[in-house]
């Protein structure tokens, strides 16, 4: 909003777009097209300058102005390649407590947001000795789904966890993960866990960016991100491109 006013102030513009409906239009369509063509921000910047700027126009009573919003550009979300994950999974066991190294690889082998595992409860992972799942109860958008997990090491690592939670203080509440208090585990202790692990990779000379993005998404459209190609991907198809040197 600050960036918009300074400008605005340098602008030049007739009317008032501070009190008139008509001149905010175009004074936030100009100053979009200021924002592309002299700051060259990314479109999920210039959509968010638009946004602060509906909050104003909210505030002084006109409400938000009419103007398109850009398209973000369409790549998949940028994850762990093969090399980072082979290096994730054994700074996972490195981890000293049974729970850190279970919340590590059910994050991993499914997908879950960390939202999502911290709020499982105990009977959310039914597991035998083949096969189990998760059961995610309000995930994104408040649906619900269930995430099969097939990865043997990962229904060892919960049970492992389970035979010690039995001993931890709150061993008779819902919660899958506790805290050393005996309360179910904070969102905010998984982060920190997440930022510890991504702290030994860097050292190891890997450039962690996500540890476990997760699906559940209710539109194939959403979903449908993940298939798109990376920048890696599209970088790779120009270089087999044909040049004139």
């Known amino acids: 909003m ?7 102030e340098g602008s030049g513009l007739d009317g008032d777009p ?8 175009f004074a936030v369509r100009d100053y979009k097209t200021h924002m592309k063509t002299v700051l060259h921000p990314a479109a999920n ?6 946004t602060a700027l509906d909050h104003l126009f909210a505030q002084l009573g006109l409400g938000p102005a009419v103007v398109r919003r850009d398209d973000a550009p369409k790549l998949a979300p940028r994850a762990l390649d093969a090399r980072q994950q082979k290096r994730y999974l054994p700074a996972v066991e490195r981890r000293p ?6 919340i590590g690889r059910l994050l991993f082998y499914s997908g879950l947001r960390i939202a999502e595992l911290v709020a499982l409860d105990d009977k959310d992972v039914p597991l035998s000795a083949r096969k189990g799942k998760v059961i995610v109860r309000s995930g994104k958008g408040e649906s619900s789904r269930e995430v099969p997990l097939l990865d ?3 229904r060892t690592s919960v049970t492992e966890w389970r035979t010690e939670r039995a001993s ?15 309360g179910r585990l904070t969102t905010r202790a998984v982060d920190q866990l997440m930022d510890e692990l991504a702290i030994n990779l860097l050292r190891a000379g890997v450039h962690i960016v996500v540890v476990a993005e997760l699906l559940g998404h209710d539109r194939l459209d959403t979903t449908r991100r993940y298939t798109l190609p990376t ?8 270089s087999h491109l044909p040049t004139d040197q």
Not at 2 to 8: E, K, M, Q
Not at 18 to 25: M, S, V
Not at 45 to 50: Q, S, W
Not at 97 to 102: F, G, I, S, V
């Open 2 to 8: 600050r960036t918009f006013l300074a400008w605005l």
């Open 97 to 102: 407590l049974t729970r850190d190294r279970a």
């Open 152 to 154: 043997g090491t990962a």
């Open 231 to 238: 920048h890696a991907d599209l970088e790779d198809a120009v």
């Open 45 to 50: 910047t210039v959509n968010a300058h638009l």
């Open 18 to 25: 501070l009190t008139d409906a008509h001149d905010r239009d």
């Open 168 to 182: 931890w203080p709150g061993a008779g509440a819902p919660a899958l993960f506790l805290n050393r208090r005996g």
